[in-house]
């Protein structure tokens, strides 16, 4: 599971002033609210992951392996397809600062500690539940860079 | 049968399948997660283990008939049969798999095929028993709304 700042919301039309207050209230408030990336192969945790996630205000995007995480983030040769307007920018494709949470259904300590050294932020040991989630949330928000 | 009676039995049904080991308090944290915006979260959320632990049976059976038994591939399955049966809290179905991996890792094709059918047996109680459950389903708080205004003049 990673987590990145909200992207910018481009938009294709010229709004009226009112509905450009609300829009850029929601954009706002996009902004605030996490994007994660939770990369799981079982369609069920994929299922309760998402919903796991919105619960807690989070914005989601599901993929079913490591390959179509990589894919999603542009880090496999394809220019990256996590955004529809051409308009939009990555900052280079440095994901290194984005925290990385592991899941899984085994408690092994040997892999914990490798995942944890390896640069995890953090492990959580399926099956999920939202107090896991409300408990990782203040960590992970002091884990990010202050730009 | 009126609403309150209805409930109750919901209740009660729900109260039993945690006490004989069908369910487990991962199923109380998928209904937890179901809100207005979700109303049907846990029978999706069912639905779909239902569909992926049938197609993980088939697979065990297929490759429990082969003449050369491939054990990672099985333990794979069983693997996943678990994680999945463990994210709906699926408690007795969960518990058979553990079994069931001991006997790949000890490529003990007997204790494998016994597992099987122990875990088809579980699968398909606790597949009525949730499908059971669902026709009793709690109704939703519009749900009462509206029925309350039938029964008023």
């Given at each position: 599971m990673e987590l990145m700042k909200s992207e910018n919301i481009v938009q294709d039309r010229q709004p009226q002033p009112q509905e450009e207050e609300e829009i850029m209230q929601q954009e706002e408030e996009e902004e605030q609210r996490f994007h994660v990336l939770a990369v799981d192969d079982s369609v069920i945790d994929r299922k309760l992951l998402e919903k796991l996630l919105k619960a807690s205000s989070y914005q989601v995007t599901c993929v079913e392996s490591g390959e179509k995480a990589l894919e999603y983030l542009g880090?496999?040769?394809?220019?990256?397809?996590?955004?529809?307007?051409?308009?939009h920018h990555h900052q280079?494709?440095?994901?290194?600062?984005v925290p990385v949470v592991v899941m899984s259904s085994e408690n092994v300590p040997s892999r914990i500690s490798m995942c944890l050294e390896g640069g995890a932020e953090e492990f959580m040991l399926k099956p999920l539940q939202l107090s896991d989630l409300h408990k990782i949330q203040a960590h992970l928000l002091k884990s990010l860079p202050h730009s | 049968m009126d609403l309150v009676q209805l409930q109750r039995q919901f209740v009660d049904y729900r109260t039993s399948l945690y006490h004989e080991g069908f369910l487990d308090e991962q199923f109380t944290q998928l209904q937890e997660l179901q809100d207005e915006n979700n109303p049907d979260f846990v029978v999706e959320v069912v639905s779909l283990f239902f569909e992926d632990s049938e197609r993980l049976l088939n697979e065990l059976a297929r490759a429990l008939e082969q003449q050369s038994i491939d054990y990672k591939r099985i333990d794979a399955h069983v693997h996943q049969l678990k994680g999945s049966s463990s994210s709906i809290g699926a408690q007795r179905v969960q518990k058979v798999c553990i079994a069931f991996r001991n006997y790949c890792e000890e490529q003990n094709v007997e204790g494998c095929l016994k597992c099987l059918q122990q875990v088809r047996h579980e699968y398909s109680l606790v597949k009525t028993k949730l499908e059971s459950l669902f026709q009793v389903r709690l109704p939703c708080r519009r749900e009462i709304f509206f029925l309350s205004k039938m029964v008023l003049p």
């Open positions: 880090l496999l040769h394809h220019s990256s397809p996590a955004s529809s307007s051409s308009q280079g494709s440095s994901w290194k600062d | -």
